[in-house]
Structures are given as C-alpha cells and as structure tokens.
C-alpha cells in the first residue's frame, strides 16, 4: 500500500509540474467561463441559447449538461494522461527501473491509474471553477442567473466527469500500459467518438432511447433523456440525480472500466520489449566468425541534380509513407468502425415518427458527409502528426535528415501521403453507402452524384484540413500541442458563427455548405462552394510553404535557429509561389466579398436582430393606425429559374373597413433590403413620407384621407433578384428546378407587422426592448378583426398569372384558365372563382403528373419524377380525407386538390388554398413497410392534415389573438388522426400519439417564454399540434366521436367563410361544451384551459384461474392529477376523474378496458376476464398525459 | 584525391546557455580520426554539425571547396553519418530500409542499388538476417545496419558518432574491422570516449572537453611525449584524497582491489612512485586533467 501511494504520489506530483498540466486546466477554465458568458448574454454579438432562455444558466440541469459536452471534449486530455502513465516508461525507456524494483504489479498499475486519474480531477475542477468564475463576468444578464447552489456544482461533477475520467480512463490506460504505445489509445478515442455519434444518431427513433443511452460512454445522452421531459420549473430548481438511464448508463461503464482493469491487471507482465527478438539476435552471431570479410562492391551514385531526383523520388516516397499509415491494423479499426456507424444510423436516416425513407443517395451522402466528417477531420488531424513525427519517433531522423534529399521532398511526399488518407475513407464510404443501398433494396444508383459530392465538393475540404494539420505540426512542432491546436480551429470553426464570426472569408476551410435536393441537385450553393475552395486552396498554397520553412530538419532546436533556417529557406521559387498565391488569394478573397457583402448584405445573426428591433422602435407607433385591408389581388408573377429572379407585377385593391380615415399607408417588406422596387404607386395622390428599406418599411401619406368604406388601388412591379452568391444561406425560394415563392415575401404588407418584431425575452433585452406577449388576449378588438394567416386582409378575390421556362409547369392557387407558350417562356393563368384568404404561393418546376379523382374533385400531385413512391398513399389520403371531413364538418369549397413537391431546402408541408407544396423531405421518399406494424403511414397523416386545412384554416381563420392556431393546426391534427384511425385502427394511434406525447414533453422543457393552455396556446408547435393531438384524441374518446364532431361542425357552420370579427377558441369550446354531458365538464377544463398532468401507475397485479377457466385479475393502480404553471411548476389538483382500467392480452388487445371514476392515490380493483391476461393497468393506452407513460401497466402474475 | 576538412573557429551556444563548443579549429585529413572526450564535452554537438543537422553559431567548415555550413545539399552527397542515437522502423526489413536509404542517397538504378545493398550487408555480416525486421536486431546488429547506411553511396566524408557504446568485446571487434577497412581513402571522424577506440584504430586524433580543444596530433606523438614523465604507484584506498592533495594525479584505477595512481611528472614525484610506459590513456587523462601543455604547444612540436 505504501508503494502504491509513493507511485500514485510521484505520478500526481510530477504531472502537476508539467506546463501541459496547467495549460489544459487554463483551457477548460476558459471554455467554461465563455460558456456562462455567451449563454448568460455577455458577449454582444453572440447569439447562443442553450435550450431555453428561461432555464437559467447556473440551474443545476445547465450546469450538468455543460460539464457533460465540456466532458466530453476532455476525451484527449484523459487519453493524454492516462494512456501515457505507463506507455510514458516504455517511450523514455525507464520501464527497468520499476519492472527492476520490488514493487507489485498492483502497486505499479494502480498507482500510476490514481495518479493519472488524480490529476484529471484538477484539471477538469477547472471546469466549476471556470463556470463560478464566469458568472462574476460583467454582462451576465441578471435574470438569467438563478440562485448559487454548491450542489448543482459538485453533484455533476460526481456523476458526470468523475465517471468519465475513471472508464475512459481505465480503457486508455489499460490500452497505453499493454500496448505500450500511443496509436491505440487515439483510435480508440475516435471509436469511443463514433459510439456518442451513433447514439446521437440512433435517438431519433424513439424506441432506440434505451439502446442510445447506454451506447454513449459519456454519459451525455443519459443525461438528456433522464431530463428530457423535465420542465423548466424542474431544470431550473432539481438537482439532476443519478437515476434511472444516466445511473444504469454509469453502471454498465463502470462495469466495463474494471473489466478493462481486471484485463490490464491480468495481462501486464513487466517484461522489457524485443523479448521476441532473442532468437534472431543469436541465429545471427552465431555465424559470425564463419563469414568472410567482403569488400564492398564500389558504387558510386548517379549526380542528377537534387530537385529532379527529388521529383523521381516523390511518388515512392508518398507510396511509403501512405502504407506506413493505412496498412495497419488501427487504420483497418477506424474504417471499420466508420462503416458501421454509417450502417447503424442509416438503420434511423431521415426517419419520421420511427418510419424510415428509401435510402435516397443524398441522404447516404448526409450520413457520410454529416457527422462522420466529424471524426474524418479527426483522423487527418491524427495523421498528420503521426506522419510528421514517424522519423523522430522511429530514431531514425538523423540518419534521414542527413540523406542528400531536398528538404521539401520528405514534406511533400507526407503531405500527399495524408491527402490520399481521406480519398481512401470517401472511396470506403461510397461503397458503404452503395451497399446500404442495395441491402435495403434501393437500386437506383447514382454512382455521378458519390463522385462529385465525396470528391468532388468533399474532398477538396479535406485536402485543405490535411495542409493545415500538417502545417500546424510543422510549426508547432510538438505533437500533442499540435493535436490540441487542430481542436482550438475546429472549435473555433464550429462555434465561432454563434459569437458573431459568421464570415467564411476568415474562417479558414470553410464554405459554407450546400444542400442537396433531388429535384434541384446542388443548386445555388455551388457556386459559392467553389469560390471558397479556390480562395483557400491559395490559403492552403501559403500555408504549405509555411509549413515547408519550418519543416524540422536535423537537430536544431528554438524560436531563433528554426526561424533562421525558415529564412535560408526562402528561395525565389519559394517567393514566387507565396506571391502568385497571395495575388490569387487577394483576388479570389475580394470577388468573394464583392459578392457576399456589396452585391448582397452581409448580415450576422446580430445584424438581423438589430434590425428587427429598429423596426418596432422605430415604426410601433404606426401599429394602431387605421390602415385599408386588401380586397383584390390580381398579380403576374414572373418566374426565371435560372437567374434565381422573380418579379411581381399587379394591383392591390384596399378598402378601408375602419371606422375612421385613413391618411397615411404604411407598407411593410420581410425582404426590404433585397427587393427592387420598378413602381409602387396608389391611384390616389400620394407622398412618399418614410423610404427605410433597410428595416423594411415604407409610408405614403394620402392627399385625400380615404374615408370608411372607400377603396383605393396600389399598382406594384417589385422584383427580387440574385446577384452572385451570398455567405451563408442562398437564395432557394426561385431555383432553377423547384422554385417555391410566397407571395408575403414579395409583396407588401399592409401596417405595422408585428410578426417583424423580436421575439424571446433575452433578445428583446439586449436590444433595450420590453418584454412581450406573443399573442392579444382572446378579447383584443383589433385581434379579433384580423385574421391571422393574413391580418391585412379578409377574404380576397383572387388572380394570378405566372410565367416561367417553357419546359416547366408553374402553379398558383386557383383554377388554370389558360396555358401558353410565347418564346421560352410558358404563362399559366389562375382564377380563385370564390373568395380565399389573402395567402398564395407559386411553384414552377419539371413536373411528373399523377391525376385521381373523388366525385367532381380532380386530385393532381405534381411530383419530381423518381419520387413516385408514395403518389397512391397520398391520393388515398386525400380521398378518405374528402370522405370524412365532407361528411362530418361540411362541404369541401373547391373542386380541385393539389400537391406539389418542393425542394428540401425546407422540410414542411403547406396548405395554401387548394394547393400543398408538399417539401421532398418529408413524405414523398418515405419507406412505409405495410408488413411492418411499427411504421408510420406519415405520408397519409400529412396529407390528411394539409387537406384538413382547408377546412381549418381557409373555411375558418382563427382571429388573431391567443388560441388561434388551436382552431386551425389541432383541429387538422384531430382531422388528421380520425382519418389514420379508420385506415389502420386504434393500435397504429397508439404508436403515433407516444411520438406526439414525447414531442410535446420535450417540447414544453424546452420553452423560451411560458407554457400555454391549449385554448390559449401563442403559436407553440408542441402545444398545437402535439398536445392537441392527445388532447383531442382522448376527447373523441371521452365524449365520443360523433359527439364531438357534431359540436366541430356546428362551429364551422357558425363561421366558415366570416369575418371579420373571426372566432376564437371560446367559440369552439363553446360548441364542445355545448355537447359535453356535466359529468364530463371537467375533462374540458383539464384539456383546454388548464395544463394537467397525471402521474399513473400499477403497482401490483396478479391473476388466478377461476374453476371456469376465466382469470380474476387483482390489480392495485396509483394515480395522481397534477396542474402545471407557465414554467412547469406542479401542484396536486383533487381527483374524481374517470380513468381506463384495463387488461390487455399479449398482443396488447383488450380484455376488459372501462373508465372508472378514481378518487384516491391507490385503489384497487378485481376484474374477472375470459382470457389469460398478460398485462394491467391503469389508462393503459396512454391516453392522458403523463410524464411517465410507460409505467402505467405491468405484467401479470399468477 | 585526398581532401582534408578543415574547421575553424566553429563555436556554438545552445539557447539554455550551455556552451557546446567554443572556438574549434581542426583539420582532418584523409584517413580515420579520432574524437575523444568525456561525455558532454561537445563531440556530438560537432558530429552534428558537421553532419549538416544542426547549425553553428559561428566559424567555417570547408572540405575542399564545399563550405560545409553554408552549401548543406553538397555536403550530404559525400556523406555517410551514422548517429550515436538512432532507432530503426521496427516491422521492416534491414533489406528494405537499406534499399530505402539508397534510393533516397541517390541510387537510381535498381540493378546496381540492389548490387550495392546486398554487398553492404554482406560486409557488415548481415547479409543472412536481411529479410528479418529491424526490431529485433541486436544493439551489435542495428549498429552495423548502422554503419551499412552510412557507407551507402561511397561518401567521402564518414561521420561515426559513438559507434562502439554498449557493444560487446566481440563486436566492437567486428566493428573496428569494418571501420579500418573503409577508412583508407575518406575521411573517417570517430567520435568516443573509448581511448582504446582511437588507439587501436586513429591515425590522427584530437581531445575535445568542454568544448575546447585540448590536443591534436597522432596518438604515437602524443604518447611519446609523455615518455618518461608518468609515475604510477599503489597506495591503499583510504589514502587516495590525500595522494590527490599533494600529487598531480591524472588517473587512478583499482587493480586487484588495490588503488593503483598515475602522475605526471618531469623526476619521480615522490617515493613509491616507480616510472611507467606512458599509454595513450595517460595522454587522455592528463589533457582532461589539464596536466599537459595547451594544444598549439604540441602541435608545434
């Protein structure tokens, strides 16, 4: 024992002296310091929110996922650290000195792994240090600062970073100790990376959470699942305890951590290395003196001068050092372990309620190019110093420096040989998709479309990491400094857009990305992918000459003798190269910004805030000014796909429907700053009283103030060009093949908006802007006579004429009247013979047609040819959806349904009137195995929903207060879901409405403002539409479907096609009510204007054979009701509600299921059932919300 | 054609301010020449330079007309060096790495390479091991693969820094044969602290030690002039401190657990002393011990 802490001490002792030490400790002080900086609102340009805006950032749930991520970028140091506590004796050869003395191997092993393990725990305190620290910076918002608990910051500590520190730990010293040498320890680091990877990956199916969970040996995603559903209330104040997955995930590593140790234990031997080599040393003397002395053959070698066999010499060289690299085993473990992660993540790609897509090839491309670009910059960056550092590792630098060689032969030939490091993984990666691909029975190969995004796009990012990685080397010139240099730019890469550093043009290597689509291939991003490369391709130019003067050759050592070898160096060819590079870089770099910052603005993230927030400084006033609202929209719209251009030609009619005069117009622009005003004048008299197109505002004083009920007309040619590329982001509303344009991102809009203005707390803050509501209460006259899909409006007649290539077919809301040809333009005439709301888009692209019909309503869907997949489920959906909704909420207004795909750059589906643009993303490659009970008809759904909209939506508008998309997304939702019902049964809603119940779960958590009730809900996606789905589903359940949609359609009678004033959520309620019998009421105000929660379960059941054959079952349930506040702070609420009791059979069917009224927290019940039951309990089919819905049954036993 | 390198003034200070050599002047002639000194005084900070991997502070080396400081790509063409210090790649074959080096020295021509890599492993005897890894050699073994890349590519100037450290008896043996038998037409520079290592193999030497040069010459010169003036004596061991107190003592040694030390002198120092035949060793000691006269003195006579 004595030794063991004489070895832990000495281990701890020296490390502590050690300069790396101390500057890893810096580090993570700062990193974490600039976490509670950038989330606390210190950084002014930074616009970082982690999760909520109102968890604050020292909350126990904060703290506890920032030592997870900062953890887990604590990989390197821990493999630094432990990996070398005793790989260290092997690599300065003092492992005789220990294998010498009496010391046990125990001692020696654990001795060295405490001290190592020792200290990691002071460098990663530098982690609660740091944060402590960050929060005294100056700039921390107040309110985002919650009370100081020591235990927030110490029980993460214990549960998070310790664990970590101890099982990566104990897997990178047992590698370190028993393979005696580094490699090992790095890839398995980068394997440990790709398990966190494939656990991030797998999540996205919700039945895998348990299998990801444990997957991740860092803990981190246990630590997001266990508080995936906590509210902010809870996030806020509870410590995040070690249970459930993030105990069981500890456990198994720390099972496998004395695995490892037990293996380490068993299989280290203190045997100095070359014990293997005895018997060839002996072989060799031993026919020593028998061998004659022969004269060397004299040879005298060829005097070609040094550069051009330097150039003979490269391809052998580059040869030789790239098999050193690949022909190995570690390499042969890093390609494996990528293929496998591609194979596990493709098994979830794109996946939608658990129900995955055919395996397109740009989703293969995503999986590759997503996430395992990650650890492929990692392997470069490992390369790199491996290849720099093999002579001096291997000794044999003299002996190769001296060689009469041309300094940059060696540096390039290691340059080349890790450039093809990535080409060999792309080819590997290719293949592995194609073999996805064809596993999964996908054939449609597109072996073009591999090549060019991996090498051509792809690589060529590599190859620039692969210049700087070695350039970094070069200089740095000590290995681990130069691996951790490579992860400060990676850092700084990834992270530095959120602080306000989003221009490519310093951010070295980047591009900005692309996306690719199907239907619009790469797009516009291509363009200025190739700029980029270009432009740090002669960066990388610089860079390598850089790295070629610093290049180590010989013995010498320090700033001032390297930097004077560096000048010897610099020969004319060398400054030559450095100026053809630089005048190409200065070129390239100012084309680039004439395009991304004069043709186009350049805004950050910040930028954009600041100018929302000018706006309602600046115009709120206007907001209660009396302005017309539209009547007539009669618009062309001219489409030119190829030049990204689209201009709009037309005439609003607008009619004051105050009480009062107009005397001013206000026209409001989303896209101000971009748009190209040819004319824009009222048929009254008129002057142009604010021109700010910038914020996107502009106001026209009327000569004569247009008294109530006249109308004037507003004649516009606005046009929204694109010129060159931008640095982020692209235009992809007008493209060459899909173009997607809403009108209200063209035209103006009438008033004030108040959609324009900034929107969570800690935004408004730090622009000096008030908090505000989101939504007008239920009762604010000027909601109540808008319309919220287009509150400059009511209903509007409607007419639009769009031209486009001649070889696409461009489409509008309304009826084709005429369709022409004139040169290479095709124009399309659409007619709205009622009127609509005033909300239209058009679309143009080549089109493949599939056409149905149910009674007198022609069904269209416009598709990408290729996409066929799905067309039959989306006709049968609209079909069944036509069936029910005419029959149960009133008649369909048009005699048209179309849908039409649209390019993925957004992944949604909308319903304008009698028109969905349907994105490509979402539904139309869709994999939907009918044999496979799991899947998810989502393709079904979402039509279903979309065509619901017309009723929701475009018969009835919600008015613009509180509530409002309750009228229209969870009615489409409940729409949506009695139509799946019917087609596949209650087992399949089962399964969709656990998505919706985890949805909204996490949704609620992660709140920026507050939580609503569904009656009141402020746009919250995670209200309306997930919890309405729950919601209303138990409601058809409770009062009855029939029921329920009777008081449904009463209200759409009641409204459809009125307005204004527009209904609200009273009114519907009202109806619902109306037919909700008094035993019932309650069920009403849990649902709609309460948030509640139950928290169900079993405890015990247990069954017996009755004489008869039937069973009794014996079951005892516990039930609580919970109402929740705006943050999610719990309070009991009484209970008398009626609850299913049930008992199902293996197949998960019902034996008995009836509501019964429950009153207490336990009760229990005797049920006597037919057939052998296989499990109980209490509301077995989930269909109140619960935090815990899977404890709600148990199995039976007899 | 013979070439002698010549150095002068070459003086280097290293940045943690250790003075490595300090205003050397040497002239190496063709033929073996040996370095002596302690350990750290200065023979490989030398070795290495010479060898073109690190960079003097300041004076000139010329071999013939190549500046060997400045025109580092001339030097490297004639150049064989094998470092005190060096490892292998442990998986490959000494064959393979061989065949490597000399294509990297400039040996273009597979026939010949091929030719000049088997006979390079024949002479240093390794030729039956050829096709086994490196790391497994022995340190006799990896020290001839040593000296086998070094005579790749007939170099005129052969630089061994330390060669014979750590071999056994026999091998060292086995080593001096090959060294005396390439050393006739080139320059050799052997760098030791072995005195037997020059002896037995040097025609001229120097004896560097913090990073002067104390002495240069033939060691039958430099022998020769200390016939006559070294006494030796045996005294107990617990009278060595005051032996030392009183007596130029260059070296002591035991010798069947009797302490057994040398003394330069011009007349027997004292009694007990009994004259003895000087040794190169003596030579070596005294220059050490700064107990003979400063270099210039006997290269004058």
């Known amino acids: 024992m004595r030794t063991f802490a004489a070895i832990a001490a000495f281990e701890f002792r020296t490390r502590l002296k050690r300069i790396s030490t101390w500057v890893y400790f810096a580090i993570f002080a700062a990193l974490a310091m600039f976490w509670m900086a950038a989330a606390g609102g210190a950084l002014k340009n930074a616009s970082v929110s982690f999760g909520s805006s109102k968890t604050w950032i020292d909350s126990p749930y904060a703290i506890a996922q920032m030592y997870a991520l900062l953890g887990m970028m604590a990989l390197t140091v821990i493999g630094a650290v432990t990996g070398r506590a005793i790989q260290q004796d092997f690599e300065y050869r003092t492992e005789a000195f220990f294998f010498t003395a009496p010391v046990r191997k125990l001692d020696y092993l654990g001795g060295r792994f405490a001290g190592a393990v020792a200290v990691l725990v002071v460098i990663l305190a530098s982690i609660p240090i740091g944060s402590v620290l960050g929060l005294l910076l100056p700039g921390i918002d107040g309110d985002r600062v919650g ?41 398995v680091s980068v394997v440990l990376l790709i398990g966190y990877l494939t656990a991030q990956g797998l999540l996205r199916d919700m039945e895998n959470k348990s299998i990801a969970v444990l997957l991740d040996p ?185 060689l009469p060689i041309p300094t940059w032969l060696p540096f390039t030939a290691k340059l080349l040989a890790l450039m093809l490091v990535p080409v060999v993984l792309q080819a590997v990666m290719m293949l592995t998709g194609l073999g996805i691909q064809t596993a999964k029975g996908y054939h449609r190969y597109e072996p073009g479309l591999y090549l060019h995004a991996l090498f051509g796009i792809e690589l060529v ?133 004439y395009n991304t910052n004069v043709l186009n603005p350049y805004l950050t993230t910040y930028d954009q805030q600041t100018r929302r927030a000018d706006y309602e400084k600046r115009y709120k006033a206007l907001e209660s000014a009396p302005q017309p609202k539209i009547t007539d929209v009669s618009v062309t719209v001219d489409l030119f796909p190829r030049e990204q251009r689209v201009r709009m030609t037309g005439r609003y009619v607008l009619e004051n429907r105050t009480p009062k005069n107009v005397d001013a117009i206000h026209l409001s622009f989303l896209r101000g700053e971009r748009l190209v005003i040819h004319k824009l004048a009222f048929d009254s008299p008129t002057t142009l009283v604010t021109d700010d197109m910038k914020t996107g505002l502009r106001s026209y004083r009327l000569a004569s103030p247009l008294p109530p009920g006249q109308r004037l007309a507003l004649d516009f040619d606005l046009e929204v060009p694109t010129h060159g590329f931008m640095n982020s982001g692209a235009t992809t509303d007008v493209v060459a093949n899909g173009s997607f344009v809403n009108g209200q991102s063209v035209l103006p809009l009438i008033g004030y908006q108040e959609r324009g203005e900034l929107v969570t707390d800690s935004d408004r803050k730090k622009f000096g802007l008030k908090p505000k509501e989101r939504m007008r209460p239920r009762e604010d006259p000027v909601g109540l006579a808008q319309n919220a899909i287009a509150p400059d409006a009511d209903f509007v007649h409607f007419e639009a004429t769009v031209g486009t290539d001649a070889d696409q077919i461009a489409i509008a809301p309304g009826y084709l009247q005429r369709e022409w040809t004139q040169g290479d333009r095709r124009y399309f005439t659409y007619v709205m013979d009622a009127p609509i709301l005033d909300f239209f888009a058009v679309q143009s692209a080549r089109y493949a047609v599939a056409k149905d019909r149910w009674h007198d309503v022609a069904i269209e869907v416009y598709y990408q040819p290729g996409h066929e997949y799905n067309l039959a489920r989306m006709i049968d959906a609209t079909k069944a959806g036509l069936d029910y909704y005419t029959a149960n909420f009133g008649p369909y207004q048009y005699r048209q349904f179309r849908i039409i795909e649209f390019p993925r750059y957004a992944t949604f589906a909308q319903s304008f009137p009698n028109t969905v643009p349907y994105s490509e993303g979402i539904g139309f490659i869709a994999r939907v195995r009918d044999s496979d009970p799991d899947d998810i008809d989502y393709p079904y759904y979402v039509t279903a929903h979309e065509l619901a909209h017309q009723w929701w939506g475009h018969q009835v508008p919600g008015a613009n207060v509180q509530g409002e998309t309750m009228l229209v997304e969870t009615l489409a939702q409940y729409s949506a879901l009695m139509v799946m019902k019917r087609k596949y049964g209650d087992a399949k809603m089962e399964r969709f409405l656990r998505y919706e119940l985890d949805r909204y779960l996490i949704g609620r958590s992660t709140e920026q403002k507050k939580e609503l009730p569904l009656a009141l809900v402020e746009n919250q996606d995670y209200i309306h539409y997930r919890k309405g789905s729950l919601v209303m589903y138990a409601l058809a359940d409770y009062i009855g479907e029939d029921n329920l949609n009777r008081a449904i359609r009463a209200y759409r009678d009641k409204w459809a096609f009125k307005g204004p004033p527009y209904s609200t959520t009273k009114d519907l309620l009202a109806e619902i009510r109306a037919v909700t019998p008094a035993s019932l009421a309650y069920v009403i105000d849990d649902f709609f204007d309460s948030i509640t929660l139950y928290d169900n379960r079993a405890l015990s059941a247990t069954a017996k054979r009755l004489a008869d054959g039937r069973y009794e079952v014996t079951l005892e349930v516990y039930a609580r009701k919970l109402k929740a506040d705006a943050l999610g702070k719990e309070s009991e609420a009484p209970l008398a509600d009626l609850i299913d009791i049930g008992v199902l059979d293996a197949n998960n069917e019902p034996l008995f299921l009836e509501k019964r009224k429950i009153e207490k927290e336990k009760t229990t019940f005797t049920i006597v059932v037919a057939k052998k039951p296989a499990r109980a309990g209490i509301d077995p089919y989930n269909k109140l919300i619960d935090r815990r819905p899977r404890d709600n049954t148990m199995a039976v036993s007899e | 054609m013979s070439l002698a390198l010549t150095i002068s003034g070459l003086s280097k200070t290293y940045p943690n301010g250790v003075q490595a050599l300090s205003d050397v002047s040497l002239t190496i002639p063709t033929g073996m020449f040996g370095l002596l000194g302690p350990n750290g005084a200065g023979k490989s900070t030398l070795m290495r330079t010479l060898a073109t991997l690190q960079d003097a502070d300041a004076g000139t080396v010329m ?116 060294l005396a038998e390439i050393g006739e037409n080139v320059i050799v520079i052997l760098s030791t602290h072995i005195v037997s290592d020059v002896s037995d193999l040097c025609e001229q030497m120097a004896i560097i030690d913090k990073g002067h040069v104390l002495l240069t010459g033939r060691p039958g010169d430099l022998t020769r002039r200390l016939d006559g003036r070294v006494w030796q004596k045996a005294i107990a061991r617990a009278d060595l401190a005051a032996t030392k107190a009183v007596y130029p003592v260059i070296s002591t040694r035991l010798v069947a657990g009797r302490t057994l030390v040398n003394v330069v002198g011009d007349d027997a120092p004292g009694e007990g002393f009994v004259p003895v035949a000087a040794t190169l060793e003596d030579v070596y000691f005294a220059a050490i011990a700064g107990r003979l006269a400063p270099a210039h003195v006997l290269e004058a006579a």
């Open chain 1, 147 to 187: 009370p100081v608990r020591s235990l927030a910051y110490l029980l993460p500590f214990a549960t998070t970073l310790l664990p970590n520190v101890i099982v990566l730990g104990a897997i990178f010293f047992c590698l370190g100790a028993l393979t005696r040498r580094m490699l090992p320890v790095y890839v």
């Open chain 1, 218 to 402: 860092f803990g981190s995603t246990a630590l997001s699942k266990l508080t995936e559903y906590w509210p902010i209330a809870e996030r806020n104040g509870r410590l995040v305890p070690l249970a459930g997955y993030l105990l069981w995930n500890r456990l198994l590593w720390l099972a496998i951590a004395l695995v490892v140790i037990g293996v380490t234990t068993w299989r280290f031997r203190f045997v100095q290395p070359s014990s293997g080599s005895r018997r060839v040393a002996l072989e060799a003397e031993a026919d020593v003196e028998a061998e004659p002395v022969v004269e060397a053959t004299p040879h005298t070698p060829r005097t070609t001068p040094a550069a051009v066999r330097g150039w003979r010499l490269l391809p052998r060289m580059v040869w030789l050092n790239f098999r050193e690299t690949v022909k190995n085993v570690y390499f042969a473990v890093i390609a494996l372990a990528g293929v496998l992660f591609c194979i596990t993540v493709s098994t979830t790609s794109g996946s939608i309620f658990g129900t995955t897509t055919w395996p397109v090839t740009y989703q293969m491309l995503d999986i590759v190019s997503g996430t395992f670009a990650v650890f492929m910059l990692v392997i470069v960056t490992f390369y790199a110093g491996e290849l720099t550092w093999r002579e001096r590792e291997a000794r044999l630098d003299q002996i190769h420096d001296a």
């Open chain 1, 461 to 593: 990012d590599y190859w620039l990491v692969c210049v700087l990685a070695l350039t970094v080397h070069s200089i740095v010139n000590q290995k681990y400094l130069g691996h951790f240099v490579m992860i400060v730019y990676f850092v700084a890469v990834e992270f530095g857009s959120l602080l306000g550093f989003e221009h490519h043009l310093y951010k070295y290597g980047t591009n900005g990305g692309f996306t690719y689509s199907d239907m619009n291939g790469f797009g516009p991003f291509l363009v200025r992918v190739r700029f980029f490369q270009a432009y740090w391709a002669a960066a990388a130019i610089l860079l390598a000459l850089l790295a070629y003067l610093f290049w180590q050759r010989g013995t010498v050592s320090g700033w001032r003798a390297r930097s004077a070898i560096a000048w010897r160096r610099i020969t004319p060819r060398v400054v030559a190269t450095a100026a053809c590079a630089t005048v190409a870089m200065a070129a390239l770099g100012g084309y680039i910004f």
């Open chain 2, 63 to 178: 071999m013939g007309d190549i500046d060997v400081l400045a025109d580092k790509a001339a030097v490297r063409r004639i150049l064989g060096y094998l470092p005190q210090d060096f490892g292998v790649y442990p998986k490959v074959s000494a064959e393979e790495l061989l065949d490597h080096l000399a294509r990297l020295k400039g040996l273009a021509d597979r026939k010949a390479r091929r030719e000049v890599v088997a006979s390079l492993l024949r002479q240093t005897n390794l030729h039956d091991v050829r096709k086994k890894a490196l790391g497994g050699f022995s340190g006799g073994m990896r020290q001839r693969f040593g000296i086998a890349q070094a005579l790749l590519g007939n170099p005129r100037l052969i630089i061994v820094d330390e060669p014979t450290a750590g071999l056994d008896p026999e091998e060292r043996v086995r080593f001096h044969n090959l």
